[in-house]
C-alpha cells in the first residue's frame, strides 16, 4: 500500500496549516505514522489520494450516518445551491429543519440553528447562566464540549476540585466557575452542589459520553442528575451533538425516558455540513434575543445547504433503520472481542446503535475517565496501524468513539472482522 502522494501532502500542508491538519487529532500523533489524505468517499468507503480504498468507521466523527454521498443528501445540496451558498437572512428551509427537530424531540419546543457543536454548546451554557442567574456550571471529566474557554478544563484528581485551564491561552478566571465532576458518579455531583448551593446554573453533560472513546451512563445516572437539578433549581443539558439522531429516532434522552432542559446538536443535523444547534421549551428559548436579552448571533446561521443536507438525512431515518444499525453494530463489537479473545488480548467494548468504544483493557467494562486511561496504549496503536494496513479507517486515538453507518453492511463487516484476526494474531 503506497502512501507516496499523502506524505507528500502531509509536507506541503505543514507549511501553511499548524501541524499539517486542521483538527489536532488528524495529525495521527496519538497513534504514530502520518496522515492519510483523502479524495473521495462513498458509501461505507474513503478513498485516499493514492487510490487506497478503506472501509471506514468515523464516518466524519459521527455525521454521515446513511453512508458517504448518499444520493438523496447530494441531491438536496445540489437543489439548494442552485439557488445560492448563503443569504444571511431567513430561509424556508431552516423553518423545516426546526419543524422536523421540535417535532421528533419531546424536549424541544424550539430551537436556534448555528454552525458547530462548540458554538452550540457554548450558547446553552450562556443561555443556562442568563436564565438561572448563576454562574457555576458542572462537567464531567473526559466529556468534551467544543474548545470555548470555559470548557477546556480537565478534572484534578478529587471530585471537588475547581477546573483549571488545560490549554495555554485560555485566562483562569475564565474557567473559575467551571466545576468538574466523575461520569458515572452521582456522588461527586452532589458533593458540587453540597458545597455551591444556589450557585450552579447548569451541568452539561454528553448522555453516551464519545470523547473519552465511548461510555455508557449507568441505569441511573442520568435521573439522578436530573433529580438533583431538580431539587437545586439548576438547568440539566445534554450535549447530543455526537449522540444526536445518531442513537436513536430522538437521541438518548427518548432511550432513557430523562428530559433535558436543554439540548445541544449537531453532526447529523446537518448531514456532513457544519451545523449546530440549541434546543429547549419554549419558555427558556425565548430568552435567546431577539425575544429576550441573552445574545447570540451568527452570519451562517441557518446555512441553506447545511439545512437541506440535515433535513434530507433525517427524512432517511426511520425507527427501523436504527434497528438494522444496531444489529450490524452489534456484529462488528461481538466479532471483534470474539477475536481478540481467541488471541488471549485483553480487550472490551462499549456500544449503543450504531456507536461503538474499543478498549484493550483487562477491565470487564469501562464506564469513567479514570477506566479509559487504563487502557493499552501500545496495543491500540498496533492495532490501528495494522488495520489501516489491511483498508479499515478506524479513528486515530484511543479516546475517540468509532460510527457504523447504514452503508455498512455483512460484506463491510466480514472483511472487518477477517482484517482484525489477522492484526490480531500478529499482536500475540
Known amino acids: 500500500m503506497s502512501n ?14 499548524p501541524g499539517g491538519v486542521n483538527s489536532p487529532v488528524r495529525a495521527f500523533k496519538l497513534v504514530g505514522g502520518e496522515p492519510v489524505f483523502i479524495h473521495a ?24 450516518i446513511l453512508g458517504h454521498a448518499h444520493p438523496a443528501v447530494i441531491q438536496a445540496v445540489i437543489d439548494a445551491a442552485k439557488n445560492g451558498l448563503s443569504f444571511g437572512a431567513p430561509c424556508s428551509s431552516e423553518i423545516a429543519l426546526a419543524k422536523e427537530i421540535c417535532t421528533r424531540v419531546n424536549s424541544i419546543d424550539k430551537v436556534r440553528m448555528v454552525s458547530s457543536g462548540t458554538e452550540a454548546t457554548m450558547t446553552a451554557i450562556r443561555l443556562a447562566r442568563g436564565v438561572t442567574g448563576r454562574n457555576k456550571m458542572v462537567k464531567f471529566e473526559g466529556c468534551y464540549h467544543g474548545h ?20 495555554p491561552g485560555v485566562p483562569i ?8 465532576a466523575d461520569f458515572n458518579d452521582l456522588d461527586s455531583v452532589a458533593k458540587l452542589f453540597e458545597k455551591y448551593p444556589d450557585q450552579i446554573a447548569c451541568i452539561i453533560v454528553e448522555p453516551i459520553a464519545g470523547n473519552m472513546n465511548m461510555v455508557l451512563p449507568k441505569p441511573l445516572f442520568l435521573r439522578g442528575l ?21 442513537v436513536g429516532y430522538q437521541g438518548v ?12 446538536l449537531g453532526k447529523v443535523i446537518g448531514g456532513g455540513m457544519p451545523v449546530g444547534a440549541i434546543g429547549g421549551r419554549a419558555e427558556i428559548m425565548d430568552q435567546l434575543a431577539p425575544l429576550g436579552s441573552i445574545y447570540q448571533a451568527g452570519t451562517l446561521s441557518g446555512n441553506p445547504i447545511a439545512m437541506a443536507a440535515g ?10 433503520k436504527y434497528d438494522v444499525l444496531s444489529m450490524q453494530t452489534k456484529k462488528l463489537v461481538a466479532g471483534l472481542k470474539a477475536r481478540a479473545d481467541a488471541e488471549n488480548i485483553p480487550f472490551c467494548e462499549n456500544h449503543y446503535t450504531g456507536m461503538f468504544g474499543l478498549f484493550f483493557t483487562t477491565a470487564e467494562r469501562v464506564t469513567n475517565y479514570a477506566d479509559v486511561m487504563q487502557s493499552n496504549l501500545p496495543h491500540f496503536k498496533a492495532f490501528f496501524a495494522g488495520m489501516l494496513k489491511e483498508g479499515v479507517y478506524l479513528a486515530p486515538s484511543a479516546y475517540e468513539a468509532g ?24 499482536m500475540k
Open 173 to 180: 478566571g475564565t474557567t473559575n466557575d467551571t466545576l468538574v
Open 226 to 246: 436530573r433529580d438533583i437539578c431538580d431539587q437545586h433549581n439548576s438547568l440539566l443539558i445534554f450535549d447530543e451533538v455526537m449522540t444526536g439522531f445518531r
Open 148 to 167: 470555548a474557554d470555559s470548557l477546556l478544563v480537565k478534572a484534578g484528581s478529587g471530585a471537588l476540585t475547581l477546573g483549571m485551564p488545560s490549554s
Open 253 to 264: 434522552q427518548s432511550v432513557v425516558d430523562v428530559v433535558p432542559d436543554i439540548t445541544t
Open 4 to 17: 507516496a502522494k499523502s506524505q507528500a501532502l502531509f509536507q506541503q500542508a505543514k507549511q501553511f496549516i
Open 403 to 426: 460510527f457504523v453507518s447504514l452503508a455498512h453492511g455483512d460484506k463491510e463487516i466480514s472483511i472487518t472482522l477477517d482484517a482484525a484476526e489477522k492484526v490480531f494474531h500478529a
Open 311 to 320: 433535513l434530507a438525512t433525517l427524512q432517511q431515518l426511520t425507527p427501523e
Open 41 to 64: 468517499a462513498k458509501g461505507a468507503y474513503l478513498t485516499d489520494v493514492d487510490g487506497n480504498e478503506y472501509i471506514d468507521y468515523v464516518g466524519s466523527w459521527g455525521p454521515m
